[in-house]
């Protein structure tokens, strides 16, 4: 059988029925399955100048660092990331105008002095609104370790001193060192420390001075007084003793450091002249 003729063709499609299949036509040649073609190679895009009016194509950008050309004779040495240089010290005028926060950051981060070994500066307690403050020279070892100055049996006899005259580092008394790091020698021992550390270290009392507002310095041993004073450090405490002094506008008086006292007892008697003396000149509230 050929194939369906249109009548019957027609009588199934009224009925939904479509044919499975149809004659082919005689003439109708079946192509032949063909190869898929190779695809073939993209010509390259041939570059073309801008037309007339148009604006030229941006220029690629290549995002590299140049390298600085390294000074005849030397290495070239790739700076560590997160590496940068220590902020220089502050300067003085920088000091006057530090409150209580900025002051103690500078003093823990001080580079003036080449201390040797690890720098553990010690920082001034006691009554930040004070009528006295007691200035010791430079940080020992008992400071170091305590993490305050005047430590150990020093600072229990100077609490007791101070107790002989209705004062306290609690209540209204400020204590500080002067040189706020420990003077070590080269094999670790602490050493006398030298004029330009004390001259270093200055201005951070000064600045401690002016903030907690007392009207008398009390200093402790020869170091801090001669410092203060102006004078060379070696020069005996006798020179100094006995009068009353001015540091900025303050009075000042001068006494042993409690550290001889305890060597030395019969200056107990000299150090009770000089509270009696700083006493009478106090020049702070109350």
Same mark, same amino acid.
């Given at each position: 059988?050929?194939?369906?003729?249109?009548?019957? &063709? #027609?009588?199934? $499609?009224?009925?939904?029925? !479509? =044919?499975?299949?149809? @004659? +082919?036509?005689?003439?109708?040649?079946? %192509? *032949? &399955? #063909?190869?898929? $073609?190779?695809?073939?190679? !993209? =010509?390259?895009?041939? @570059? +073309?100048?801008?037309?007339?009016?148009? %604006? *030229?194509?941006?220029?690629?950008?290549?995002?590299?660092?140049?390298?600085?050309?390294? @000074?005849?004779?030397?290495?070239?040495?790739? %700076? *560590?990331?997160?590496?940068?240089?220590?902020?220089?010290?502050?300067?003085?005028?920088?000091?006057?105008?530090?409150?209580?926060?900025?002051?103690?950051?500078?003093?823990?981060?001080?580079?003036?002095?080449?201390?040797?070994?690890?720098?553990?500066?010690?920082?001034?307690?006691?009554?930040?609104?004070?009528?006295?403050?007691?200035?010791?020279?430079?940080?020992?070892?008992?400071?170091?370790?305590?993490?305050?100055?005047?430590?150990?049996?020093?600072?229990?006899?100077?609490?007791?001193?101070?107790?002989?005259?209705?004062?306290?580092?609690?209540?209204?008394?400020?204590?500080?060192?002067?040189?706020?790091?420990?003077?070590?020698?080269?094999?670790?021992?602490?050493?006398?420390?030298?004029?330009?550390?004390?001259?270093?270290?200055?201005?951070?009392?000064?600045?401690?001075?002016?903030?907690?507002?007392?009207?008398?310095?009390?200093?402790?041993?020869?170091?801090?007084?001669?410092?203060?004073?102006?004078?060379?450090?070696?020069?005996?405490?006798?020179?100094?003793?006995?009068?009353?002094?001015?540091?900025?506008?303050?009075?000042?008086?001068?006494?042993?450091?409690?550290?001889?006292?305890?060597?030395?007892?019969?200056?107990?008697?000299?150090?009770?002249?000089?509270?009696?003396?700083?006493?009478?000149?106090?020049?702070?509230?109350?």
């Amino acid at each position: 059988m050929n194939g369906i003729s249109p009548r019957d &063709a #027609a009588f199934l $499609a009224e009925m939904g029925i !479509a =044919p499975l299949w149809s @004659a +082919r036509a005689a003439d109708a040649a079946v %192509p *032949a &399955a #063909a190869e898929p $073609a190779q695809a073939a190679e !993209a =010509p390259a895009p041939v @570059a +073309r100048g801008p037309r007339p009016g148009e %604006p *030229a194509p941006p220029a690629e950008r290549v995002f590299s660092m140049p390298s600085p050309a390294p @000074a005849p004779g030397s290495a070239i040495v790739e %700076p *560590a990331w997160g590496d940068e240089a220590p902020a220089p010290p502050p300067s003085e005028a920088e000091i006057a105008q530090m409150d209580w926060r900025a002051l103690n950051a500078a003093i823990a981060t001080c580079t003036k002095c080449a201390c040797k070994g690890e720098r553990k500066p010690v920082l001034g307690n006691g009554a930040r609104a004070a009528l006295w403050m007691v200035a010791a020279g430079a940080t020992t070892a008992a400071d170091e370790q305590a993490r305050e100055p005047l430590a150990g049996d020093p600072g229990k006899l100077l609490a007791n001193m101070l107790a002989a005259v209705q004062l306290s580092r609690d209540e209204n008394v400020y204590v500080t060192n002067l040189i706020k790091c420990r003077p070590t020698s080269a094999n670790g021992g602490e050493r006398a420390p030298s004029a330009d550390e004390a001259a270093a270290c200055r201005p951070f009392l000064e600045r401690e001075l002016a903030l907690c507002g007392a009207g008398t310095v009390l200093t402790m041993g020869q170091i801090a007084a001669n410092a203060l004073l102006g004078k060379p450090l070696a020069e005996p405490l006798a020179g100094a003793r006995g009068s009353v002094h001015r540091l900025n506008g303050v009075a000042l008086v001068a006494t042993l450091h409690p550290g001889e006292l305890l060597r030395r007892g019969a200056d107990k008697a000299l150090a009770w002249a000089d509270l009696c003396l700083a006493k009478s000149a106090d020049a702070g509230p109350g």
